[in-house]
């Protein structure tokens, strides 16, 4: 058997609509630019992501979780830098009117799109914050932003957080939420969108801490793409030298997976100093400083090193990494597989009944299986047919349900990875799934 990875994105786009896990947004309508909804199976496969993220840095003694507001008081922004900073540089070619983020092409090329030479306007900046109005006066004081990164909302509830938690330093906090950024030149699929979701957790503490803290996080971060089947050699560092840095940050560095575009950022982990929580304080009025009961009472504003992980470009990251294509010279024999870890796989296992007359003991098994693992059912189409279905939907297995299972009181599991069957006694089924789904 011969096997290839996923060679392009327009792969699995198709694959992602046709079996229910990505849709264009608002398709019915033509679409929109750049926004896509999760189906059936995304979702599932969002969730179990966001779980195990969740799970992974908040079932810990150190770090907590909130959920912020989307919208925030409009001087976070200011106070932030994202008012008067967050901009990227934009230019457009004077033909076309192809519009680009400058730092991402090579402006001295010919247009992309249509190919003109020296065509290219100067580099505009051009600020990412989406805005509206709160309430039904439209002025200039009801102006409010969409968060454009979920780490404020960490900052500003830093003091409640620790003083309700009653939090010594260092400990984190955690958050999963919606971010908006509009961006100049989105695309490649779920990489780069305007709504998206980031997983981030800010970590806070001592000044001169920070480098440790640092390498102690990229550990983790590291460890848990690992955990969740990515291959290694499709992930690489990227630290941030020079220009790079960002003028808040003391070190940054980027995970970086090989998208089929190439390798490109999924997660970045930066020690943000004490910037945020400064500019807070300074904005605010308001003091924001940490009481250090174990060294002499001191009071200080903490350093952060913050993880943030953007939860679609991870789940990009996964299904192209289980995306395989295998065959074995046979046509009828090739086959489209993710090859998810179990863990994360939206339907853990599919009850196939090979005739609708075996339906009363396949529905039976069915219910009792669904107690406990997200399941599906299949009656249509061949056994063939299904099995493919499933594999092309990452179902680590499938139950068969046949005539001899009216005698014998036994069903056949397939491996979706081996494609091995094994015979297994019905009281036995949910031990067996216990057994292989252990994690
Ligand atoms: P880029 O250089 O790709 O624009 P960034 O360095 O601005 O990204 P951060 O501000 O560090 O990104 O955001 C943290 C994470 O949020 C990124 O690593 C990424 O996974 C995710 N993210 C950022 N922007 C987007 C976007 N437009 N669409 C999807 N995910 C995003």
């Known amino acids: ?95 076309c009117k192809e519009r680009y983020r400058e730092d991402k092409i090579d402006p001295s090329q010919p247009c992309q799109k249509c190919g003109a030479k020296d065509s290219f306007t100067e580099a505009r900046d051009f600020n990412l914050m989406f805005n509206t109005q709160m309430g039904p006066v439209e002025d200039d004081k009801s102006k409010v932003y969409l968060r454009p990164e979920t780490a404020q909302g960490i900052f500003v509830n830093f003091l409640n957080v620790q003083t309700t938690m009653r939090k010594k330093l260092p400990f984190g906090i955690a958050q999963i939420g919606k971010a908006f950024r509009n961006e100049i030149s989105p695309g490649n699929f779920i990489f780069r969108t305007r709504e998206f979701e980031q997983m981030e957790m800010q970590y806070f503490l001592k000044p001169g801490t920070q480098k440790e803290a640092m390498e102690q996080w990229k550990e983790i971060r590291w460890n848990w793409h690992l955990e969740n089947g990515l291959r290694p050699d499709k992930l690489r560092w990227h630290p941030h030298e020079g220009n790079e840095l960002a003028h808040y940050a003391d070190a940054a560095t980027d995970i970086e997976y090989e998208f089929p575009h190439g390798f490109d950022e999924m997660e970045g982990i930066h020690s943000r100093t004490d910037f945020d929580l400064k500019q807070h304080q300074e904005f605010s009025g308001k003091k924001l400083e940490y009481l250090d009961t174990q060294d002499n009472n001191k009071k200080y504003i903490p350093y952060v090193v913050e993880t943030s992980v953007g939860c679609d470009r991870c789940l990009l990251a996964l299904m192209s990494d289980a995306y395989r294509l295998e065959f074995e010279g046979d046509k009828e024999k090739e086959r489209t597989v993710l090859k998810f870890d179990p863990k994360l796989a939206p339907i853990k296992v599919a009850v196939l009944p090979l005739m609708k007359k075996l339906e009363e003991p396949a529905k039976k098994l069915f219910a009792e299986v669904q107690k406990h693992y997200r399941a599906e059912y299949d009656l249509a189409g061949s056994i063939g047919k299904r099995y493919r279905r499933q594999d092309e939907i990452g179902t680590p297995f499938c139950l068969t349900v046949d005539f001899d299972t009216l005698e014998d009181q036994a069903v056949t599991v397939r491996d979706r990875d081996s494609m091995s069957q094994e015979r297994i006694s019905l009281d036995n089924v949910v031990n067996y799934l216990n057994d292989k789904l252990k994690f």
């Open 1 to 95: 058997m011969s096997e290839s990875n996923l060679k392009s994105m327009s792969d699995l786009v198709s694959l992602s609509k046709r079996r229910g896990f990505i849709f264009q947004s608002s398709e019915v309508y033509g679409g929109l630019q750049s926004c896509w909804d999760y189906g059936p199976l995304g979702v599932e496969l969002k969730n179990n992501l966001k779980e195990r993220w969740w799970k992974a840095m908040t079932f810990r003694d150190d770090v907590v979780g909130v959920d912020a507001s989307i919208f925030m008081h409009p001087t976070v922004w200011k106070a932030s830098g994202h008012v008067d900073g967050f901009n990227d540089p934009m230019i457009d070619c004077k033909n």
